[in-house]
């Protein structure tokens, strides 16, 4: 279960819904038999959840209002916290140290146990970075055009793989991805950092990410980072075949 919808789950059970008056007798017993009708409450509660997810949506698209209505978001194998002010951090400039060991596509493949999704045309250098997670650099490290990274989700109480610190200058949307659960993250960059096995942030991870669509999809967390619009990032992400 996300973060996302155990909100919701909590929000359903601490609905205090008073008893409203019930029409529906009076109005029959001047029509006709009378008859004793109940309405469901669990009907308008979940009505009531499902109003909530709307205006969880519409809150993430306001930055003045969506930190106060959520700080900490977990999707795509990432824990996203939105925060009133970035720190001054020591940033990664060289991008192939945080992403891993340089290696062939062939040998990438041997040494993953799940399937690698890319685009049509081959990436110009792929990475093994930690928690078995693929990288997928197009472009070069100077100048990437476009990263995309596959994780396996071997285990649902494992910590975030990676852990944003975004600001009010990022705009958070929540977006389906062929009916999976993500996020695209557009706006001023925000901080990233590699997380490891136990839960903690690795020394000398952080670096500036750009633009970033994230979800996760058949065991695997997706993220696809870039120059990129919300629709072009959703292309993309429709548009990825095997690499096997």
């Not at 600001?167 to 901080?191: C, K, M, Q, R």
Request: proline residues 6%.
């Amino acid at each position: 279960m996300s973060e996302l919808e155990r909100a919701l789950v909590a929000l359903g059970r601490e609905l205090d819904v008073p008893e409203a008056p019930d029409p529906v007798p009076a109005v029959l017993g001047r029509i006709g038999p009378r008859r004793t009708v109940h309405l469901p409450r669990r009907r308008l509660v979940l009505a009531l959840a499902v109003l909530a997810l709307a205006a969880l949506g519409a809150t993430l698209a306001i930055p003045e209002a969506r930190s106060a209505f959520l700080r900490i978001l977990d999707i795509g194998g990432e824990r996203i916290e939105i925060v009133d002010e970035l720190p001054e951090l020591p940033l990664v400039h060289e991008l192939e140290r945080t992403l891993g060991e340089r290696v062939t596509l062939a040998e990438a493949r041997r040494r993953r146990n799940f399937e690698l999704r890319g685009l049509e045309r081959a990436p110009d250098g792929v990475y093994l970075g930690a928690r078995g997670t693929v990288w997928f650099l197009y472009g070069t490290p100077e100048r990437p055009r476009l990263l995309l990274s596959q994780t396996p989700l071997l285990d649902v109480d494992a910590p975030a793989l990676q852990k944003k610190l975004v600001g009010s200058g990022t705009l958070v949307e929540l977006v389906d991805v062929d009916e999976a659960e993500g996020a695209f993250l557009s706006g001023e960059p925000h901080f990233l950092f590699l997380i490891d096995e136990t839960g903690n942030t690795v020394e000398d991870s952080a670096r500036l990410a750009k633009d970033v669509l994230l979800w996760d999809e058949g065991g695997v967390a997706y993220r696809l980072e870039g120059d990129l619009g919300r629709e072009e990032a959703l292309g993309l992400a429709r548009a990825l075949r095997s690499s096997n």
